[in-house]
Every structure is written in C-alpha cells, then in structure tokens.
C-alpha cells in the first residue's frame, strides 16, 4: 500500500501535469535498509520527493534509472550488487543484463537489491487551434486516443512540462496569430492544415528563424490522398501518433 503522503504528492503532481516515477523495492539479498515493498517517488530531476528506499549509496542509481525511465517513458528494472557480486558475475555497472540496468552499491552493508522503476506520466495534450471542420473532426476523433483536448479562443499557451502537440486548422482565421502561438508555445509537433505554397506565403511573414519553421509539419498529416475533413484529420492523427512513438524505446 502506498502511504498517505505519496498519496497525496501523487494527486498533486497529477493535477499540475507534473511527471514523476514511483520507485518499489521488489527484492534484497543480503543485509540492507530497505526491504521489499518500500517506495519513493522521483521527480523528473532525480530528486526523492516522498518515500525511501534505503541509503544515499543507492539514491543516484535509482535517481539515474528514474529520469531515464521519464524521459523514455518505459519501466526499468534496476539491480545494484557489490563490488564484489559484480566482479563475480563479470558484469559492469551501466551496462544492461538480462533486462535489468546494473549499478553498484557503495554501501558498507555490501547487501543487494533490486528495484523497479515505473513511469507516471501526464497525458498528452492536444492543443487544436480553429473551429474549421478539419479541427471540428480531429478533436472527436483523437478522444479514444489518450490525448488531453483543449481548443483554446485566444492568447499564449501556458507553459508545459508534459508532451503537447498542436495543430492549427484555422482555415484563413488567424493564421498568422496561431502559428506564432503555436511556435511561442514549445510544442512537440506543430501541424498546419494549409498548403504548401500558403505556408510558404505565411511564413515570410513570421519573422522566425529556418529552425523554428522547420518544426511546423505543412501540409499537416501524412500523406494518404485525405480529402474529406474527417479523412484529414485521420492523418493527422496517425502523423501525430508516429511522432509520438519515434522516440520510445525499442525492446
């Protein structure tokens, strides 16, 4: 059972988007302060917010594996031995074995312990700018998709610490005030539902630099001869669900 306090550090993280990682001992040989079932929460830095799972000598291994485990946004398993356990089973701290990243214990106790190392994180969020039919059908569409949906009037977005993605289908609207949100804003994926050669015209207009364009996806979605708003908006979904998934982890 987690204890109160994570409890509530954990509500409180989950309301302001905040990723964290619960740390759980799951398993010990020999002496050592944790035992099985102890946990902490990690945040995104490698601080212990909540929690405790043994001595500093082991606080940076599960503090590396932590951030890894956010950044990556897949579960590590991690087992931290001796010295002298790892001499004997010729394995080096760092590397990677039989699906567990391995780290050394520096503790006087010479004890070993494994622990698994999981992933909160915040929904991504959607951020659709237009009230066009291309924004009208991607939001209905992306619901079952797990995304946060949020369709906001006007002005800045606030800052996000979570992965956001933000598409502007705001068909001649204000366009040029949504692209300038949309690269104001940090966002992961921009995509623009216009032309290429309507872009291009938009762009010279921006006053942003070639890296900052370069981050904005237009035509948006891939390229699958969409010509319906429904159809569109499934390629951009399916474009904004690649970019997502490039960069996890392959195993």
């Not at 994570?6 to 020999?30: D, E, F, H, K, Q």
């Not at 594996?65 to 790892?86: K, M, N, V, W």
């Not at 214990?105 to 070993?112: D, E, T």
């Not at 002005?155 to 949504?178: E, K, S």
Request: aromatic content about 4%; glycine content about 8%.
């Amino acid at each position: 059972m987690i204890p109160d306090t994570l409890n509530t550090a954990t509500r409180r993280l989950a309301s302001a988007r905040t990723p964290y990682a619960i740390a759980t001992v799951i398993r010990t040989v020999g002496a050592t302060a944790a035992k099985p079932g102890a946990r902490a929460l990690i945040l995104a830095d490698g601080t212990i917010s909540e929690g405790w799972i043994g001595g500093g000598c082991v606080h940076g291994a599960v503090a590396r594996a932590a951030q890894s485990a956010i950044a990556e946004g897949t579960p590590r398993l991690i087992s931290i031995q001796p010295d002298e356990d790892l001499t004997a089973q010729g394995l080096t701290p760092g590397q990677t074995h039989q699906g567990r990243d391995i780290a050394r214990n520096g503790c006087p106790s010479k004890g070993a312990m494994e622990v698994f190392v999981e992933p909160v994180l915040p929904r991504p969020e959607l951020v659709i700018l237009g009230a066009s039919p291309v924004a009208l059908a991607l939001a209905t569409l992306a619901q079952p998709f797990g995304f946060d949906i949020t369709t906001p009037d006007s002005g800045p977005l606030p800052t996000a610490n979570h992965a956001r993605m933000v598409v502007i289908a705001t068909q001649g609207a204000g366009d040029l005030d949504a692209l300038r949100t949309a690269l104001a804003s940090e966002a992961d994926y921009i995509g623009f539902v216009a032309s290429r050669r309507k872009f291009a015209t938009l762009a010279a207009r921006l006053d942003a630099t070639p890296e900052a364009l370069a981050r904005i996806q237009s035509p948006a979605g891939l390229a699958i001869n969409a010509v319906t708003p429904e159809e569109i908006a499934l390629s951009i979904l399916a474009q904004i669900v690649q970019h997502r998934r490039q960069g996890q982890r392959q195993t």
